[in-house]
């Protein structure tokens, strides 16, 4: 019997996120893990404690340089990704990086030159490409039941996790921005539409909604939060033949409806065309059922895909090409919102700004609620009026 190469591993960062990622690769017995590290000494008494058998490092270049370390798994801040995934190439390592990827296009794509050069794998950890429900989506759209895609919204809502390196779309974009790129077949939006709003922190705006448009009237909104009073994630694709609800948060993940609205084709009708006849349609609304998925951690899916990659030379479903993609469209939103003026500059007095500005556009005063209570209570004036006049 063939015996199945080890990769030993190492992993930067075991926060919040990364003990999924360690006890996922600890698991695998493709992989040995030889050491983590993080900065935090909580964090590598959290290591300690629950894999005793996996060494502890207080400095990331303890593992970069460590020759027994053929793979790096980078679990740390968004803004530590690119120094930490090209200083791991760099000394020969694989690399594993969380979403996002690196900060900037041109950074993703140092680290796509950098792997390609030294024969090594540079993947991103976009969680739900290796998602069997997303997977399920995609093969929907890929072989016609949906019919044509019309429109997609993706809500990934919650109160809290708050964060202060990023704002709430690229801590959570990046996931919607990379399934929807992975079900539309990798197409880029043809514009990239931005309304943000910082509550709680100046700068760092809390709800994104994002706009895009894909070729073939694909419309796709994008709804991220940190403020909301649900946890939400889902993702609805209408087609023209099938409409399907993704409801990651649901024990039934995919429920497809037989919905749409077609056009009747009345012989003989609609066809004198000097004579403009209003149209009929029909309102279809059939069966809906649950597909039976089979469902297993996307992360051990995403940590396999990594093995096969390093190990077997299989080709990188998220290197830099999908990363690049994603991180393109965010630059794009980042560019969107900026264009939008002196609204979105980090300042506590932008709520201010924004009605100056916008009263200025058109000309009218913004709504600040009084007027709102003042119609009110008119109306409830009014009401009261016409009940006594009619009893
Ligand atoms: N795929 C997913 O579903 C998912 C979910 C959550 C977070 N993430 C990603 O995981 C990454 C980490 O997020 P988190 O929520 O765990 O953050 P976190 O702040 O909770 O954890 C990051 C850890 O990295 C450590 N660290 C920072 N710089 C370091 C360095 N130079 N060397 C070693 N350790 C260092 C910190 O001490 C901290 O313990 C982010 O990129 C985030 O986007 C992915």
Redesign the pocket.
């Known amino acids: 019997m063939q015996t199945q190469r080890v990769v030993s591993i190492g992993q ?7 003990p999924n990622l360690l006890r996922n690769l600890n698991s695998d017995p493709s992989f040995r893990v030889v050491a983590a ?4 000494a909580e ?1 590598r008494s959290y290591v300690e404690r629950h894999f005793p058998d996996i060494a502890v490092e207080s400095d ?1 270049e303890a593992l970069i340089s460590n020759p027994a370390i053929e793979a790096l798994v980078i ?4 803004g ?2 690119f120094e ?1 995934a090209r200083r791991a190439l760099q000394s020969g390592k694989h690399v594993l990086v ?2 996002p990827m690196a900060s900037t296009s041109a950074e993703v794509q140092e680290l796509g030159r950098l792997a390609e050069s030294k024969g090594l794998v540079a993947m991103v ?1 976009h ?1 739900f490409i290796y998602n069997s429900a997303v997977q399920y989506l995609r093969k929907m759209v890929e072989d016609g039941t949906l019919g044509e895609v019309r429109y997609i919204y993706c809500q990934r809502l919650n109160l809290g996790r708050i964060r202060s390196d990023v704002d709430a779309l690229w ?1 959570f974009g990046p ?1 919607d921005i990379s399934i929807v790129q992975y079900i539309l077949g990798n197409s880029e939006p043809l514009s990239v539409a931005y309304h943000g709003m910082d509550y709680v922190q100046p700068g760092i705006d809390d709800v994104v909604f994002l706009n895009l448009v894909y070729p073939g009237k694909v419309l796709v909104n994008i709804h991220v939060s940190w403020l909301d009073p649900s946890r939400k994630r889902s993702i609805v694709v209408v087609g023209s033949e099938k409409m399907v609800v993704y409801d990651d948060v649901s024990e039934h993940k995919i429920t497809i409806f037989d919905k749409g609205i077609d056009r009747r084709a009345e012989l003989g009708k609609h066809m004198d065309y000097d004579a403009r006849q209003p149209l009929t349609f029909d309102y279809r609304s059939g069966d809906v059922w649950i597909p039976k998925i089979n469902f297993t951690e996307p992360l051990k899916g995403e940590v396999r895909h990594f093995y096969e990659c390093v190990a077997n030379g299989a080709e990188c479903l998220t290197g830099p090409a999908h990363a690049l993609k994603v991180i393109d469209v965010l630059e794009r939103a980042g560019a969107a919102r900026n264009a939008i003026g002196p609204v979105h500059k980090t300042s506590p007095l932008r709520g201010a700004i924004i009605k100056e500005r916008v009263e200025e556009e058109h000309e009218a005063p913004i709504p600040d609620g009084s007027a709102e209570r003042a119609m009110k209570g008119a109306r409830k004036a009014k009401k009261s009026r016409a009940k006594v006049g009619s009893s």
Not at 12 to 18: A, D, E, N, T
Not at 37 to 40: F, G, K, P, R, V
């Open positions: 930067l960062g075991v926060g919040y996120w990364g590290c993080d900065l935090s964090r990331a679990a740390t801040p968004a530590t990704h930490l969380e979403k950890g969680t801590n996931h």
